[in-house]
């Protein structure tokens, strides 16, 4: 998406606001605070699910900003950069009460090549964990990957069931004799985000609880995904795994997951392929980590990969004493 020479933003901290900037190339971004300050027939910039603020002229173009599906190698909540946003006139992909800018049927053949990179290289959301693991010896192994409670995500995107601990007790009772296996959400692994309600109570219904395990691992060897709106779902779809949604992620409702909950605004069926070229080529925007200029989803996919080859094992002792700062400094519930 091409920005205007000048826009404005709300709702950014300073951190994303220095991203921002980098986003937005020869663009120049003003932070407001005050619809006063926005001049009519402009252009406002909110992150995520920030309400505009009151009094807005009614003919600012308003476009919403969030993580893009490939975003870095290390948590968001450890202020790793990223590599790429989505830009979005129209809603955002998890507020699944309206429509986004998220789904053109384009460019098959490409995002048929870019998936299959994708999967092959392991590469997921944030592409971290590094413990091995081994399926369990049982016929059907679910996967169930927490959320942070406190995501718009959940307030948007789940009219039902909000916490951990109640996808995973309806998961179990739908699925009594499957081996069920725990991911919390690496942001509460790593104790930057608060766990979620009674989430402790997992181990009691589910068969084991995995942390330092990277999602591409999990996702290569277990049989179904059972999410609430977790990315987890999507990753799992471009490995071919069966994906039950709880709640109504961005990619359910187009025939391509079993879903709990209704969606009769998306009549569409999607391949996954087309599902592919909507949410990783024609809807985010990369910005290289070595150049800062735009790059294509491929070249972004090249940037990862070099950065998890030179990353390679993380200092122990200094991820703990980054984590402990952040934990005073910008970690929230």
Not at 2 to 11: D, I, N, S, W, Y
């Amino acid at each position: 998406m091409t920005l205007p020479a000048r826009v404005f933003a709300c709702g950014f901290s300073l951190n994303k606001l220095r991203l921002l900037r980098r986003f937005a190339g020869d663009s120049t971004v003003h932070s407001v605070r005050s619809a006063g300050r926005i001049p009519s027939g402009s252009t406002l910039l909110l992150w995520g699910s920030t309400p505009p603020p009151p009094g807005l002229a009614a003919d600012v173009a308003l476009i919403r900003v969030e993580d893009g599906f490939l975003r870095s190698v290390g948590l968001g909540a450890e202020l790793a950069r990223p590599l790429s946003w989505v830009l979005d006139r129209t809603g955002m992909y998890y507020d699944a009460t309206r429509p986004s800018d998220l789904f053109t049927p384009q460019l098959l053949a490409r995002a048929a090549a870019l998936r299959k990179r994708i999967v092959a290289s392991g590469i997921t959301k944030y592409s971290v964990g590094e413990r091995a693991w081994r399926r369990p010896g049982r016929a059907r192994v679910i996967l169930v990957p927490g959320q942070v409670e406190s995501d718009a995500s959940l307030r948007l995107g789940a009219p039902t069931l909000r916490t951990n601990l109640a996808l995973v007790r309806a998961v179990r009772e739908a699925n009594p004799d499957a081996c069920l296996v725990y991911k919390p959400h690496p942001d509460v692994a790593a104790g930057l985000r608060a766990r979620g309600k009674d989430e402790q109570q997992v181990r009691g219904w589910c068969d084991e609880v995995v942390t330092d395990v990277a999602m591409g691992t999990l996702l290569e060897q277990v049989d179904e995904v059972h999410v609430l709106t977790s990315l987890a779902g999507f990753e799992a779809l471009l490995r071919g795994r069966l994906v039950a949604c709880y709640g109504l992620p961005f990619y359910a409702g187009w025939g391509l997951t079993q879903d709990v909950e209704p969606l009769p605004r998306r009549r569409r069926r999607l391949s996954v392929n087309e599902l592919v070229a909507g949410t990783l080529i024609a809807y985010p925007t990369y910005v290289s980590r070595r150049t800062g200029r735009y790059i294509s989803p491929e070249q972004a996919l090249d940037e990862l990969l070099a950065w998890r080859e030179a990353a390679g094992q993380p200092n122990r002792a200094w991820q703990q004493l980054r984590r402990a700062v952040l934990r005073l400094t910008v970690a929230r519930p």
